[in-house]
């Protein structure tokens, strides 16, 4: 029973696109959050929403940019994208209160050529 | 803003032996360190976490420990089996009521070797 889903687990994409990473959640979480994942680096945050149209920047956010319009879904859009951007993107989501803490999907493997 | 560091970045025990992973964190304002692990080619799934209030939490092979003093927390796996070969993920959050996001360690990749 998958609760947090991204829509790609593969994805190719030229230097220069517009890529839009879809993220949606059936679990009622107010906060969701889009990190990168890169080998001896962990787990970046990109940019996080703890409300519908509401978006914070996190560590990373440089060349991202977010949308949140409905609570169960959160947008990561790379505006062009470049190769060092190439990474797995994570999607999570939690209550504001953080009981049981994240929920993670599945990721986003990206390529940029 | 808050750092959280991890050691070590590898880990290789016989199955059997214990493990310990080790974190600390910069910010005396966080109150909230829950432990992720990630199989390969799998996403991050929470472990156990504990709050500030408290000093230790067990459940079954495992137990985090947090040090406020020193502000460092353990993960603890007990009798290791091999399906317990995964990264494994320190975080920290802050307390606060605007402050809704974790702060993650560099994470460990846990070896148990039958």
């Known amino acids: 029973d998958v609760k947090v889903t991204q829509s790609s687990r593969y994805l190719v994409k030229r230097t220069g696109e517009k890529v839009f990473l879809e993220c949606v959640q059936d679990?009622?979480?107010?906060?969701m959050f889009w990190y990168r994942q890169d080998p001896g680096l962990g787990l970046r945050l990109i940019y996080f929403?703890?409300?519908?149209?509401?978006?914070e920047k996190g560590d990373i956010p440089e060349g991202y940019s977010v949308s949140r319009e409905k609570k169960e879904r959160f947008s990561l859009i790379l505006e062009s994208a470049s190769t060092n951007q190439t990474s797995m993107y994570l999607c999570?989501?939690?209550?504001?209160?953080?009981?049981?803490?994240?929920?993670f999907g599945s990721g986003t493997r990206l390529t940029v050529v | 803003g808050e750092n959280v560091e991890q050691h070590p970045s590898t880990l290789s025990v016989q199955e059997g032996d214990s493990a310990v992973i080790k974190c600390t964190y910069s910010?005396?304002?966080?109150?909230?360190f829950p432990w992720y692990k990630q199989e390969l080619g799998k996403r991050p799934q929470l472990i156990i976490d504990?709050?500030?209030?408290?000093g230790e939490k067990k459940d079954q092979r495992i137990a985090v420990t947090l040090n406020k003093t020193a502000k460092h927390f353990s993960l603890h796996i007990t009798e290791t089996q091999p399906e317990d070969s995964a990264v494994y993920f320190c975080?920290?959050?802050?307390?606060?009521?605007?402050?809704?996001?974790?702060?993650f360690g560099k994470g460990t990749l846990l070896t148990v070797n039958p």
């Open positions: 504990i709050r500030s209030n408290v």
């Open positions: 975080a920290a959050r802050r307390s606060g009521g605007s402050n809704y996001k974790l702060t």
């Open positions: 929403s703890y409300d519908v149209k509401m978006k």
């Open positions: 679990m009622d979480h107010e906060n």
């Open positions: 999570a989501s939690s209550f504001r209160d953080f009981r049981g803490g994240y929920t």
């Open positions: 910010d005396s304002a966080s109150n909230y």
